[in-house]
């Protein structure tokens, strides 16, 4: 079975026991930001987005793999059903989930979705950052992320903005992405 978290658990018996509207189309916003650190001082630290890893000087810290992209669209799955944030359903005191991979994630965020009767209609993504340059990388990580939602790619969007040198998205120091999502009743 599926590892849950206590409180993914307790938000699935909280709907199941509710009588939710049960709409035909669902919205969820999702936001994550990590910092960056240089791998010269930080070895075991990796650039890591949409399960892609990403050569770059710095990489992310984070209880898991850090992937910005991946927590942000967990995030918005989860928030366009109602649910806890990432956080809460797979919190970072949580021994378990120290150095999962964040497919871990959406794949649980995937499963909560099917089983509330929804699929994804449109995702759109963007990614902030000053460094690397993310479009020679897009390609793979929509391949990854169309494979890892079980959609198309007509129904995947990745974009990328630099901050222009400003605060710590700016100066190279994190990570941020935002998501939207709409999800589809079956």
């Given at each position: 079975?599926?590892?849950?978290?206590?409180?993914?658990?307790?938000?699935?018996?909280?709907?199941?026991?509710?009588?939710?509207?049960?709409?035909?189309?669902?919205?969820?916003?999702?936001?994550?930001?990590?910092?960056?650190?240089?791998?010269?001082?930080?070895?075991?630290?990796?650039?890591?987005?949409?399960?892609?890893?990403?050569?770059?000087?710095?990489?992310?810290?984070?209880?898991?793999?850090?992937?910005?992209?991946?927590?942000?669209?967990?995030?918005?799955?989860?928030?366009?059903?109602?649910?806890?944030?990432?956080?809460?359903?797979f919190p970072d005191n949580?021994?378990?989930?120290?150095?999962?991979?964040?497919?871990?994630?959406?794949?649980?965020?995937?499963?909560?979705?099917?089983?509330?009767?929804?699929?994804?209609?449109?995702?759109?993504?963007?990614?902030?950052?000053?460094?690397?340059?993310?479009?020679?990388?897009?390609?793979?990580?929509?391949?990854?992320?169309?494979?890892?939602?079980?959609?198309?790619?007509s129904a995947v969007n990745?974009?990328?903005?630099?901050?222009?040198?400003?605060?710590?998205?700016?100066?190279?120091?994190?990570?941020?992405?935002?998501?939207?999502?709409?999800?589809?009743?079956?």
């Open positions: 079975g599926a590892r849950r978290s206590p409180a993914a658990r307790g938000a699935v018996r909280a709907r199941a026991g509710s009588k939710s509207m049960q709409l035909p189309f669902r919205v969820g916003h999702g936001f994550d930001l990590h910092r960056l650190e240089l791998v010269s001082e930080m070895p075991e630290l990796k650039l890591i987005l949409g399960g892609v890893e990403i050569a770059h000087d710095r990489g992310c810290v984070a209880h898991s793999d850090g992937d910005v992209l991946l927590h942000c669209v967990v995030d918005a799955i989860t928030g366009a059903l109602g649910l806890p944030d990432i956080g809460q359903l949580d021994p378990k989930w120290k150095g999962c991979t964040s497919d871990v994630f959406v794949a649980e965020a995937c499963r909560l979705m099917r089983e509330e009767g929804y699929e994804i209609g449109n995702i759109d993504c963007t990614i902030i950052a000053q460094r690397p340059k993310i479009s020679p990388h897009k390609p793979a990580i929509k391949a990854n992320l169309c494979k890892m939602l079980g959609c198309d790619e990745v974009k990328a903005k630099t901050h222009e040198k400003v605060d710590s998205l700016g100066e190279n120091r994190s990570i941020a992405c935002h998501t939207v999502v709409m999800l589809m009743k079956v």
